[in-house]
T-cell receptor, first 116, second 111 residues
Framework: NAGVTQTPKFQVLKTGQSMTLQCAQD?????MSWYRQDPGMGLRLIHY???????DQGEVPNGYNVSRSTTEDFPLRLLSAAPSQTSVYFC???????????????FGPGTRLTVT | DAKTTQPTSMDCAEGRAANLPCNHS???????VYWYRQIHSQGPQYIIH???NNETNEMASLIITEDRKSSTLILPHATLRDTAVYYC????????????FGQGTELSVKP
């Protein structure tokens, strides 16, 4: 059971390039999310998914696309990278509550992206 | 989600209890109080959550006031490895994949 995995760990892009950040989970969680964290700041929600084929926007969705074709995978696409997207990106999957105990979210190790 | 307010930073001596406060005066009846922490450069880690009763697990205890307007996370015997940013979050039961993070409290455990 690897939990939440993210690839790559580090990436450098030039302005205007596109790329996909990969996220996978092996816990059969329905809910998955993407966050970004800028230096010295808290996490901000980019997009999230409540199940395969269903996605929605978070606080800062502009410049990013997501899709969810399987339960396990939730890739994040940068369409045309900009220096403002330099950040650490975290993927998370959420364990549904047992009874009325509430949700628990598990995070991956992060992808450190620099856009020059 | 109810807004939460935490001190920006705190210090704690190694081996002593660390008590991290959180104010959530506008919390609604169906919102849980969650605590996560983030050790430098790592992904956030779930610690504990509760609705209105005090909770304890192998990592920490959570004390929620009777009026639910504030709570305290207690690390009973802090170690240097507990140095991290601690986030208190109020969220509804059915919010699934959404967590809204504030600025958190930077806890420094000192020898």
């Amino acid at each position: 059971n690897a939990g939440v995995t993210q690839t790559p760990k580090f990436q450098v892009l030039k302005t205007g390039q596109s790329m996909t950040l990969q996220c996978a989970q092996d816990m059969n969680h329905e809910y998955m999310s993407w966050y970004r964290q800028d230096p010295g700041m808290g996490l901000r929600l980019i997009h999230y998914s409540v199940g395969a084929g269903i996605t929605d926007q978070g606080e800062v969705p502009n410049g990013y696309n997501v899709s969810r074709s399987t339960t396990e995978d939730f890739p994040l696409r940068l369409l045309s990278a900009a220096p403002s997207q330099t950040s650490v990106y975290f993927c998370a999957s959420t364990q549904a509550p047992r009874g009325v105990r509430g949700w628990v979210q598990y995070f991956g190790p992060g992808t450190r992206l620099t856009v020059t | 989600d109810a807004k939460t307010t935490q001190p920006t930073s705190m210090d704690c001596a190694e081996g002593r209890a660390a008590n991290l406060p959180c104010n959530h005066s506008t919390i609604s009846g169906n919102e849980y109080v969650y605590w996560y922490r983030q050790i430098h450069s790592q992904g956030p880690q779930y610690i504990i959550h509760g609705l209105k009763n005090n909770e304890t697990n192998e990592m920490a205890s959570l004390i929620i006031t009777e009026d639910r307007k504030s709570s305290t996370l207690i690390l009973p015997h802090a170690t240097l490895r507990d140095t991290a940013v601690y986030y208190c979050i109020a969220r509804r039961y059915n919010q699934g994949g959404k967590l809204i993070f504030g600025q958190g409290t930077e806890l420094s455990v000192k020898p």
